[in-house]
């Protein structure tokens, strides 16, 4: 690496990651290579070995009008197995499921693939395994438990989710947040950025066999979920940022519980470079792996850290700032073959932004309330209730029938660290969402993966997988 | 609108009077979606102002117009899938909502396109010609809210089994409930 690049300052100019020169020609090459084969992509000109249905369970993907394997089999052809011959690849089409149970899927995403050989020529992604109907489910609960709901959907950023959900939420109830509301809120979700790209890199390492990656990258996660467990009463799933505000204030010395993170996160992010820039392994493993192209990750609405790896330079927090994020200064790192080393470069330099982001909250994090004094959503204080019946009423009334919202229809995205999740809400004045639609980042990726897979073989599939970081609570909700 | 070019305050005042002299039907009063609006007429431009965040345009298409609507945003820059999703106002005239969302990075700009359909005949033209990204969005409306979309190429159940009856996202699809082993607290045994 000739420089690292989060020194570069400024908030308009994203520092684009150079990947090692020999990543350069391997990268154009694998391009070109596989736009020069048919990708199927679905509803555009459709290949002639596309055979109607690809219905899960359909075993015949191909129009087998002339069998080669035939000839293969009678033994009048002699073929190798250890030689890979352009001419005879193709008589080995086979169909191998990868999934739902596999190590290598994070979670049970299940992968039909078509291989020839070891090489993958067609793979569709097969999701649902993990399905609650999440999205059903918010429709019975009340706005107030409805942040309960969202935070187990995409269960490596929990916060990122109930921000999202609590943002929609307060668009229609006109509710104003207040500063220190706000900052914690964006202290909790880059934090939470962390965290979660923490486990990505933990995971990508153990994927493509960096085995103690793992090990390192749990551990120094581990030091921000004791913040968050210090702050929210939970590891996970903490239903701490709720509409109105966030739940309880940052508790008494919290600055230097997350300095304390901070360092570790600092001390091990050296760790993992250490460990893996320049590896030559893991540069094999990563580098012309997976490419996606600018134009499909827009047209497949892979957003995030995929699609900024492949140069797209678009973070929400950046084009639509939500919580105020925009008094922050970060940049947005940017790749540039939308290859897995590129991925893993952007999510180590928006490890370090987040860290950023954080130190300056540090510093200018506001006094005030942390949620807001809007009656509407915040029940009244404890010492009220003891001389108010009005207000014992309406602590009761927002505890037992929840809070309404005025009918409307509102959009909001955050930007997870998987990229634009967002939320889809319509309301029709009660206390219940009548319809609450989530867009989140991982379905999108998924849907793209054939695009990026098409033409690897199965090692490269696995590291291509990882790369993209799907969390499949998230997928199927 | 000629004279005033500086503040943005100013111009968005003079924008509004212009919309209120030109014409019955109000452009939406945006440089892109303003060409949109000449160019399809009988499509209906809203805007909902949140308090915080930026303005959001919904067009409301008729189901016939909507490939070349499509098309037509495409080409105006919209160039990344969001998502498509189906609400289900039930006891309502057109019964489905089709929300469509579309982004534009290039004017850092957000479209949401949304298509009616009557209860009895949910169909609609897919998308996924003009967005390759609408097809797993498309089979997600089609398995839970039992959308048909003419053209797509897959238009299979996506999350729920492959032999599941009903569309559970749909209004009048119950929750359900499971019987629990306490007194009274299945109010149907």
Known sequence: ?477 | MAEETTPQEEAVDVDETVEQETEARPLPGDPILDPLAEAFPSVEFTSFQPITGPRQDTAHVAREDLIPFVTAVKDAGFETFVDTCAVDHLNRDPRYDIVINLLSMQHTQRLMIKVGLPGDDPRLDSITPVYAGANFYEREAWDLMGIVFEGHTDLTRIVLPDDWTGHPLRKDYSVGSVPVQFKGSHKSS
Request: net charge negative; with cysteine; charged share 25%.
């Open chain 1, 1 to 477: 690496m000739s420089e690292t690049p989060h020194n570069v300052e400024g908030d308009t100019e994203a520092p684009v990651l150079e990947p090692p020169i020999q990543a350069a020609d391997e990268g154009l090459d694998a391009v070109e290579r596989r736009r020069a084969h048919d990708i199927w992509v679905a509803g555009t000109e459709e290949p002639d070995w596309v055979a109607g249905s690809t219905d899960e369970g359909a075993q015949e993907l191909l129009p087998r009008d002339i069998d080669p394997a035939v000839e293969v089999q009678r033994g009048l052809v002699v073929d190798d197995d250890y030689l890979e011959e352009p001419t005879v690849i193709e008589d080995e089409r086979q169909i191998i499921n990868m999934g739902p149970q596999h190590p290598a899927t994070h979670g049970v995403l299940r992968l039909h693939m078509e291989l020839e050989g070891e090489t993958v020529r067609r793979v569709k992604p097969i999701i649902g395994y993990l399905h609650t109907g999440m999205e059903k489910t918010a429709e019975t609960l009340s706005y107030m438990q409805g942040s309960t709901n969202v935070t187990r959907m995409d269960y490596l950023s929990p916060l990122n989710n109930e921000l999202c959900y609590s943002l929609v939420v307060e668009q229609l109830l006109g509710v104003e947040i207040p500063p220190r509301a706000q900052a914690i809120r964006v202290l909790m979700t880059e934090l939470n950025r962390i965290a979660s790209h923490l486990i990505w890199v933990a995971t990508f390492g153990m994927d493509i066999g960096a085995l103690s990656m793992m090990i390192y990258g749990f551990r120094e996660r581990e030091a921000i979920l004791a913040f968050f467990e210090k702050v929210t009463g939970l590891r996970m799933n903490h239903n701490y940022i709720r509409p109105g505000g966030v739940a309880a204030d940052l508790p008494a010395g919290w600055e230097e519980d997350v300095e304390e993170a901070l360092d570790i996160v600092r001390a091990g992010l050296t760790d993992y470079e250490d460990l893996l820039n320049g590896n030559p392994i893991f540069l094999d493993r990563t580098q012309g792996v997976g490419i996606i192209t600018p134009e499909e990750a827009q047209a497949y609405g892979a957003t995030g850290p995929i699609a900024r790896a492949a140069g797209v330079n678009f973070d929400l927090r950046k084009a639509f700032p939500y919580s105020g994020i925009e008094q922050y200064e970060f940049d947005v790192p940017l790749g540039k073959y939308g290859d897995t080393h590129d991925r893993y470069l952007v999510r180590m330099e928006e490890i370090r932004q987040s860290m950023r982001i954080v130190e300056q909250i540090l510093e200018t994090m506001p006094p005030g309330d942390y949620r807001t004094e809007d009656r509407k959503v915040t029940p009244p204080p404890r010492k009220r209730i003891d001389e108010s019946m009005e207000a014992l009423i309406h602590h009761f009334k927002i505890f037992s029938e929840g809070f309404k919202v005025p009918p409307g229809e509102a959009y909001q995205a955050v930007e997870s660290p998987r990229g634009e999740l967002g939320m889809y809400l319509v309301a029709k004045g009660g206390s219940k969402p009548w319809r609450l639609h989530v867009r989140t980042p991982s379905f999108a990726t998924v849907q793209a993966l054939p695009v990026m897979m098409t033409d690897l073989i199965i090692p490269d599939v696995i590291a291509t997988l990882a790369s993209l970081d799907p969390v499949l609570g998230d997928v199927d909700r």
